[in-house]
């Protein structure tokens, strides 16, 4: 029971670097999400996905970019790596709209 | 104002005990009620969804909305350390074209043997 997969689980970035967090999910969910959480500020909504073509802006969407060519794939992508963008990020899926939401285990990044 | 507001805690009780988490929203056109528990170093997890105002049970875990008063808890009889964990609401409109979450801070919880 794969669920929602994410890599890495842990990175460190250089200022100005680039990298993508990658997620996959193996449960044929239409809706995909992209989260950060940070100590106090809870979950933070950065990108969202309603199906394979489909993406649109959550609250934090700067400074990041998402594709979605597949069901299973929901790419988040950060250009020019800052200090503020150092967070736990989580990927998570769901069948519709109203349905429980699945998330995978995080990816915890660091900006230096 | 937030549209959820929860107070983070920390919660520490000791084993056994009765635990009451809750969350206060604003917007009621809210229609769904989620309580979820994340673990250290993990991604969160669903516990218990709710639609309807009323308790909703499940095992030592109850859910209760008050749609009156825009106010749900999370009730958790006989405590476990297993169950020292943060707990996270979360609530959102009817379908529609909204689609997104609305998460309350969450609340740490720990469970003293």
């Known amino acids: 029971n794969a669920g929602v997969t994410q890599t890495p689980k842990f990175r460190i970035l250089k200022i100005g670097q680039s990298m993508t967090l990658q997620c996959t999910q193996d449960?044929?969910?239409?809706?995909m999400y992209w989260y950060r959480q940070d100590p106090g500020m809870g979950l933070k909504l950065i990108y969202y996905s309603v199906g394979a073509g489909i993406t649109d802006k959550g609250e934090v969407p700067n400074g990041y970019n998402v594709s979605r060519s597949t069901t299973e794939d929901f790419p988040l992508r950060l250009e020019l790596a800052a200090p503020s963008q150092t967070s736990v990020y989580f990927c998570?899926?769901?069948?519709?709209?109203?349905?429980?939401?699945?998330f995978g285990q995080g990816t915890r990044l660091t900006v230096v | 104002q937030k549209e959820v507001e929860q107070d983070p805690g920390p919660l520490s009780v000791p084993e056994g005990a009765i635990v009451s988490l809750n969350c206060t929203y604003s917007?009621?056109?809210?229609?769904?009620f989620m309580w979820y528990r994340q673990y250290s170093r993990k991604g969160p997890e669903l516990l218990m969804y709710t639609y309807s105002s009323g308790n909703k049970e499940d095992g030592r875990f109850t859910a209760q909305v008050d749609k009156s008063s825009k106010y749900i808890s999370l009730f958790i009889r006989d405590s476990q350390p297993s169950d020292s964990a943060t707990y996270l609401c979360?609530?959102?409109?009817?379908?529609?074209?909204?689609?997104?979450?609305?998460w309350g801070l969450g609340t740490s919880l720990a469970v003293n043997p």
């Open positions: 917007n009621s056109a809210f229609q769904y």
């Open positions: 998570a899926s769901s069948y519709s709209a109203n349905t429980e939401a699945f």
């Open positions: 449960m044929n969910h239409n809706y």
């Open positions: 979360a609530t959102r409109e009817d379908a529609g074209n909204n689609r997104k979450l609305i």
